[in-house]
């Protein structure tokens, strides 16, 4: 099942300049989601990071990842509009190669494990069919305030 940015917009309460998913190419329920991230020089962080040499921060690319694995839980779940996501840890985390403008980060999340709050995944990105960065990432699943 594919998913556009008007339907991520549904899932996400992420908005601009912070919602690092352009769309999900595929969601096997409770196991696996695939999104990209379209890494455009016109974003506000290739300004500062780094002048005459942009590379996408580490951290953001974590996020993209942690993103993607969020609307692969969230897509899933049926009160999703009264549901977050926040990320708890980040485990086995590395970078590979730099991410640079033009860039297109395809972005897989292996669930493994869900339970009522807690959740636990896999995530790598890559570039080109080349691994940028990996990351174990745990996250808790709140109610909306």
Same mark, same amino acid.
């Given at each position: 099942?594919?998913?556009?940015? &008007?339907?991520? @917009?549904?899932?996400?309460?992420? %908005?601009?300049?912070?919602? @690092? *998913?352009?769309?999900? =190419?595929?969601?096997?329920?409770?196991?696996?989601?695939?999104?990209?991230?379209?890494?455009?020089?016109?974003?506000?962080?290739?300004?500062?990071?780094?002048?005459?040499?942009?590379?996408?921060?580490?951290?953001?690319?974590?996020?993209?990842?942690? !993103?993607?694995?969020?609307?692969? =839980? @969230?897509?899933?779940?049926?009160?999703? !509009?009264?549901?977050?996501?926040?990320? &708890?840890?980040?485990? %086995?985390?590395?970078?590979? %190669?730099? *991410?640079?403008?033009?860039? !297109?980060? *395809?972005?897989? *999340?292996?669930? @493994?494990?869900?339970? &009522?709050?807690?959740?636990?995944?896999?995530? &790598?990105?890559?570039?080109?069919?080349?691994?940028?960065?990996?990351?174990?990432?745990?996250?808790?699943?709140?109610?909306?305030?």
């Amino acid at each position: 099942m594919e998913i556009g940015i &008007t339907e991520i @917009l549904k899932i996400l309460p992420h %908005r601009y300049p912070f919602l @690092l *998913v352009d769309r999900i =190419l595929e969601v096997e329920e409770g196991k696996r989601v695939v999104g990209i991230k379209n890494v455009s020089f016109n974003e506000e962080f290739f300004q500062g990071h780094f002048p005459g040499n942009p590379v996408m921060p580490g951290v953001l690319i974590v996020e993209a990842m942690a !993103q993607v694995g969020g609307v692969g =839980l @969230l897509a899933s779940l049926p009160d999703r !509009q009264r549901k977050l996501i926040y990320m &708890t840890g980040i485990d %086995r985390c590395k970078f590979r %190669r730099p *991410v640079i403008p033009g860039d !297109q980060l *395809v972005i897989e *999340v292996e669930m @493994l494990s869900i339970r &009522t709050r807690i959740s636990k995944c896999r995530a &790598t990105a890559k570039v080109g069919g080349v691994l940028a960065a990996e990351a174990e990432l745990l996250s808790t699943i709140i109610d909306r305030p």
